[in-house]
């Protein structure tokens, strides 16, 4: 297992990849934006290949892509990684998607006697940058044990969900679902707090010995807020991906989540308001924002 492909050089996946060649690996990268494969060759990596050959090619595929859309042109198109796969290839996506589409692939996959994983992550791109990420990971043992090596050049904590393929991602949506409380939570409370006239950086320290402390403030308040810097990370927009996704999956199992919904659209509307491309901390000044309309 030496020539891995990797598709997707963003924000995750461009510090991932460049985790693999720093554990020896091979590594042929495409995106895309040429931008993207270019900081991607300047850590060592090869470009110039088209998805068909990359499978032809490679032992193993790592995805690492923005939607469902782009997983399904790459996956299940006739350039895609499946139609041109050679046999004993196994395919692993990082993506968070649909579990439907988790199922296509799969299903995609089976037809073509290859493997396949589906394997969202968490721990932003520090955990990408620090192998620190936490893999949940749905798919056959038999696939999963085979992609250890691999998962474990890329993260810390790796768990086999289940043998569905779709476990994986349904446990990424609930860890989502919650990041989207905790950083309206935070970004409501910051609000508050600084009308109030209190020293943000106190609070901070205060709110981290007391039981409104979470990874999610810290995060948020620390890398972004306190530095009015709002570059992703992880994007409002991706969230609002996922916090759809969770809705559809609490549709399907009939369960009514009201406070979910109002996140959703509250995400939604800082979307539609221009914040989408921007950490989705940035929640925090377009409260701000709103506040200062409002008076
Ligand atoms: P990103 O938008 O920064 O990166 C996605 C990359 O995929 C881009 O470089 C884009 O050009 C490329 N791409 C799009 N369509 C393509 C195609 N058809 N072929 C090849 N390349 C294509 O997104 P990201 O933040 O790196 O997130 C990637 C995935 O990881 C998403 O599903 C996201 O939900 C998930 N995720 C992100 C974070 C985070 O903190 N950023 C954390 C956990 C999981």
């Known amino acids: 297992m030496n020539k891995i492909g990797f598709v997707g050089l963003g924000n995750m996946g461009l510090p991932m990849s460049e985790n693999l060649l720093n554990s020896g690996y091979t590594v042929y990268g495409v995106d895309?934006?040429?931008?993207?494969?270019?900081?991607f060759e300047q850590?060592?990596?090869?470009?110039g290949i088209s998805l068909p050959n990359l499978s032809k090619l490679c032992e193993v595929i790592i995805t690492s892509l923005p939607s469902s859309k782009a997983v399904e042109t790459v996956y299940l198109g006739e350039e895609g990684l499946i139609e041109n796969s050679r046999p004993g290839l196994l395919i692993i996506d990082t993506s968070t998607v649909a579990p439907e589409v988790n199922q296509k692939v799969e299903s995609a996959a089976k037809r073509k006697g290859i493997e396949f994983l589906a394997a969202?992550?968490?721990?932003?791109?520090?955990?990408a940058v620090n192998r620190t990420l936490t893999f949940m990971v749905g798919g056959p043992k038999k696939a999963y044990d085979r992609s250890i090596p691999l998962l474990q050049s890329l993260g810390e904590n790796i768990f086999h969900v289940s043998e569905k393929i779709e476990s994986?991602?349904?446990t990424k949506l609930i860890n989502n679902l919650l990041i989207g409380f905790y950083t309206a939570g935070v970004s409501e409370a910051l609000n508050l707090a600084e009308k109030s006239d209190l020293n943000l950086e106190k609070?901070?320290?205060?709110?981290s010995v007391s039981y409104g402390q979470s990874r999610i403030?810290?995060?948020?308040y620390k890398s972004?807020?306190?530095?009015?810097h709002y570059e992703p990370g992880f994007s409002l927009k991706l969230l609002r991906k996922d916090l759809g996704f969770a809705l559809d999956l609490a549709e399907k199992q009939q369960l009514k989540l009201p406070m979910s919904k109002i996140l959703f659209e509250m995400y939604e509307e800082a979307e539609q308001k221009g914040f989408g491309e921007k950490d989705m901390s940035v929640?925090?000044?377009?409260i701000s924002q709103q506040q200062a309309t409002i008076l």
């Open 283 to 286: 929640l925090y000044k377009k």
């Open 217 to 220: 403030y810290e995060r948020n």
């Open 120 to 127: 969202p992550v968490s721990g932003g791109v520090v955990g």
């Open 203 to 207: 609070l901070f320290e205060m709110l």
């Open 168 to 170: 994986g991602t349904t």
């Open 32 to 39: 895309v934006q040429s931008e993207a494969e270019a900081a």
């Open 224 to 228: 972004f807020i306190a530095n009015e």
């Open 43 to 47: 850590f060592g990596g090869i470009i």
